[in-house]
């Protein structure tokens, strides 16, 4: 199992909606994931359509009342990814549990407290490195940082490394920065390949030595700006369901291979592409298939879908069918 906070204490850098799709990426591959939402905007939970209201059980529940960690979850895309859900009562936690004995642990201690089988849990961190995201990073393994390519993100980087260092002495050896990951990525600008090359010789400077981000990589697999990334949480969706062949969902599911392949080497190629079949709409007509040459497989029927058959029967219902018989 790996537990991967996304993090980033500059806001909206593309932390929920790497989480969203990210996550939605590693289901598709067939892995059992779980996403959970440490911030009190409830963007993702709002993504998946889940209502954040008080009344269901939710990650406040979980680190304040001292419910299961089990019971938070909640299944949303027809079951196949498992989310805890944020609540507004979320932002008073931090003060609610200000006298509690060990209290950036507590969602460590649910986690492991409870019987769940899953492979991936992704943390959606809040902007700022308060009590919620010290509750990420006591109970990660990694770190993976989305990043807009901006002059000013470097500074927030380092600043960002700092913390995670001193959470590694202090609380979690094991934490690892494993990648940074670019977003909202536009490859004609100067600049973004400037902050590239600015962040690769950072990186490189660290290799050898013991520092948490030693052996950071940065993601081959940048996320294009795509406006489809943008729109898909309105409708309740990932990239996947919302726009399966847009840019935003070919560049994450390249990026969940890519996180994949970091602890199972295969899964680094792509998946095949899925056999072609021919198919012909009955709508057109067969002499104007030949005089373009297409010619069908012999001994095979065009396959035409009852939709298309429908659509066609509408257009030509007071001239004969075409001769294609469908299923
Ligand atoms: N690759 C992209 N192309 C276009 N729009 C994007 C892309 N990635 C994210 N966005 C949009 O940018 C905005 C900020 O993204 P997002 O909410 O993921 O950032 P965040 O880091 O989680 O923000 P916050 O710090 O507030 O939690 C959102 O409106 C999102 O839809
Ligand atoms: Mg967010």
Known sequence: ??????????????????????????????????????????????NYGVEPNPDICSLY????????????????????????????????AEVELVSVLGREKLLKERIEAAQHDFEYILLDCPPSLGLLTLNALAVADEVIIPMQPHFFALQGVAKLLETVQLVGKRINPKLRVSGIVLTMF??????????????????????????????????KSKIRRNIKLAESPSFGQSI??????????????????????????????????????????????????????VELPPGKLPVVSCQERKEADLKHKHTPSPSFTGN
């Open 1 to 46: 199992m790996r537990i991967i906070a996304l993090m980033n204490q500059k806001g909206g850098v593309g932390k929920t909606t790497t989480t969203v799709n990210l996550g939605a990426a590693l289901a598709e591959a067939g892995k059992r994931v779980c996403l959970i939402d440490l911030d009190p905007q409830a963007h993702l939970t709002i």
């Open 61 to 92: 529940d979980v680190l304040v009342n001292e419910r299961s960690f089990l019971e938070a979850v909640h299944k949303v895309m027809d079951g196949s990814i498992a989310l805890v859900p944020s609540s507004i009562d979320l932002a008073a």
């Open 186 to 219: 536009d490859s004609q600008t100067k600049l973004s390949s400037e902050v590239v090359a600015e962040l690769k010789s950072f990186i490189d400077a660290a290799q050898g030595k013991p520092l948490p981000w030693a052996k950071a990589v940065i993601f």
């Open 240 to 293: 996947l369901t919302y726009e399966p062949t847009s840019n935003g969902a070919t560049d994450y599911r390249a990026l969940a291979r890519e996180v994949m392949a970091m602890s199972e080497p295969a899964a680094e190629q792509p998946a095949p592409p899925a056999p072609v079949e021919l198919r012909v709409n009955s709508a057109i007509d067969p002499s104007k298939l030949a005089a373009a040459n």
